[in-house]
Nanobody, 124 residues
């Protein structure tokens, strides 16, 4: 069992930055791939980025490439999402998720555990 808790969301102006954190409970965090997803009002939840258990492999949605960076610290059971050059269309609730296969995948249904989400609002 893994429990996830996101933090770091907030209100920021377009062009600004935020860093989201996701802290996981449980000793097996290092075995899980981690992903960030987001859901805007009236839209389906969508993939943003994922990272393999080792941190050596990452995958980004085209909409965030070059602006967002995922990283993880297995010693701290934490995955981070650095978001730069934020745009109003990045406004959403951001969720972190854990995938026990460890390789890093983009499909929502492949993830076993989810956090409660943190709101990111980007004003124009």
């Amino acid at each position: 069992q893994v429990q996830l808790a996101e933090s770091g969301g907030g209100l920021v102006q377009a062009g600004g930055s935020l860093r989201l954190s996701c802290v996981a409970s449980g000793r097996t965090f290092r075995n899980y791939a981690m992903g960030w997803f987001r859901q805007a009002p009236g839209k389906e939840r969508e993939f943003v980025v994922c990272i393999s258990w080792s941190g050596r492999s990452t995958s980004y949605a085209d909409s965030v490439k070059g602006r967002f960076t995922i990283s993880r610290d297995n010693a701290k059971n934490t995955v981070y999402l650095q978001m730069n050059s934020l745009k109003p269309e990045d406004t959403a609730v951001y969720y972190c998720a854990a995938d026990h296969y460890g390789l890093g995948v983009t499909e929502i249904t492949d993830y076993d555990y989810w956090g409660q989400g943190t709101q990111v609002t980007v004003s124009s």
